[in-house]
Nanobody, 127 residues
Framework: QVRLVESGGGLVQAGGSLRVSCAAS????????MGWFRQAPGKEREFVAA????????VYAVSVKGRFTISRDNAKDTVYLQMNSLKPEDTAVYYCAAGSSGAGIYAYTARRSYDYWGQGTQVTVSS
């Protein structure tokens, strides 16, 4: 079992920056990749970014590429999402997820690749 706790959400003006964190605990040794998803009111949960737990492979949604950066600190069992040049359309609840299937990094753009999910943290971007 892996427990994920997100933090760092909040209210920011358009064009601003915010960093959200995801602290993992439990059987983290089995984690192969971590990802961030988001869900806006009335919309489906969508992929944002993913990172391999070892190595440096990352993948991003087109809508955030060049503005968001996913990173990890293995010593702290924590994954970060640095969000720059935020737009009102980035407003959503951001969820952290962990997967252990060992598939290629691009498989982790899909929700079905993840075994564990956090409770989410709200990010609101005002115009």
């Amino acid at each position: 079992q892996v427990r994920l706790v997100e933090s760092g959400g909040g209210l920011v003006q358009a064009g601003g920056s915010l960093r959200v964190s995801c602290a993992a605990s439990g059987r983290t040794a089995s984690t192969y990749a971590m990802g961030w998803f988001r869900q806006a009111p009335g919309k489906e949960r969508e992929f944002v970014a993913a990172i391999r737990w070892s190595g440096s492979f990352t993948v991003y949604a087109v809508s955030v590429k060049g503005r968001f950066t996913i990173s990890r600190d293995n010593a702290k069992d924590t994954v970060y999402l640095q969000m720059n040049s935020l737009k009102p359309e980035d407003t959503a609840v951001y969820y952290c997820a962990a997967g252990s299937s060992g598939a290629g990094i691009y498989a982790y753009t899909a929700r079905r690749s993840y075994d564990y999910w956090g409770q989410g943290t709200q990010v609101t971007v005002s115009s």
